[in-house]
């Protein structure tokens, strides 16, 4: 079966500079989550998206960015990167009726140097 | 602010034996989701279990149950006969109740509890 598509799955960046994830979710899913997860942290949430439509809100920097296409993938563009960004950040999907069933991907690990 | 806390950083288990991990919450929600995640060395986030809080019966998935107590605010996993690939950190989790105007479907999660199965 298809999964939660994360691209790059490494990114190495300076500190100052921009980076952009990418989600792709499973196929049929309206929505999508986007999670960060520091070194030795618990998952913390950033940010949905239903329908294109921005749909919660957590503890994201007001660095970042995120949207929900046409296609429902997602993109997370991050500015001005500081070494605290550096983790491992998870994208997961769902039906929106279903918004218990979350798949996550597999993460995309930024390194900030 | 719901809150999920879990007291046992680590943890080990011989093969073959049982395990119980806990987690402890707060919320003043009466209606909610609660899980348990696993993250395996390979980081990739694995559901395992899942309960609505307003069943009373506690969610089993084959070497996976949880024993939920709702009015303790306690929600702990125990897993049979543990495997070597078991080993993993696990996430216990909380969700509100997604009702129209309620939660989005957010995840928060605990700090995790670090299980090791030996051989």
């Known amino acids: 079966a298809a999964g939660v598509i994360q691209s790059p799955r490494h990114l190495i960046k300076e500190k100052r500079e921009t980076a952009t994830l990418k989600c792709y979710p499973i196929p049929r899913h309206d929505t999508v989550y986007w999670y960060q997860q520091g070194p030795g942290q618990d998952p913390q949430f950033l940010i949905s998206f239903y329908e294109k439509m921005q749909s919660d809100k957590g503890s994201i920097p007001d660095r970042f960015s995120a949207q929900q296409f046409s296609d429902y993938h997602s993109e997370l563009n991050m500015s001005s990167l500081e070494l605290g960004d550096s983790a491992l950040y998870f994208c997961a999907s769902s039906l929106f009726r279903f918004r218990t069933e979350q798949y996550f991907g597999p993460g995309t690990r930024l390194t900030v140097t | 602010a719901q809150t999920v806390t879990q007291s046992q950083p680590e943890m080990s288990v011989q093969e073959a034996e049982t395990v119980t991990l806990s987690c402890t919450y707060d919320?003043?929600?009466?209606?909610?989701?609660l899980f348990w995640y696993k993250q395996p060395p390979s980081r990739q986030m694995i559901l395992v279990i899942r309960?609505?809080?307003?069943?009373?019966q506690n969610a089993t998935e084959n070497r996976f149950s949880v024993n939920f107590q709702k009015a303790a605010k306690s929600f702990s996993l125990k897993i049979s006969d543990s495997q070597l690939g078991d080993t993993a950190m696990y996430f216990c989790a909380f969700m509100k109740h997604v009702a129209p105007g309620g939660s989005q479907g957010n995840l928060i999660f605990g700090k995790g509890t670090k299980l090791s199965v030996k051989p």
């Open positions: 309960q609505e809080a307003y069943k009373q």
């Open positions: 919320t003043s929600e009466n209606n909610y989701y």
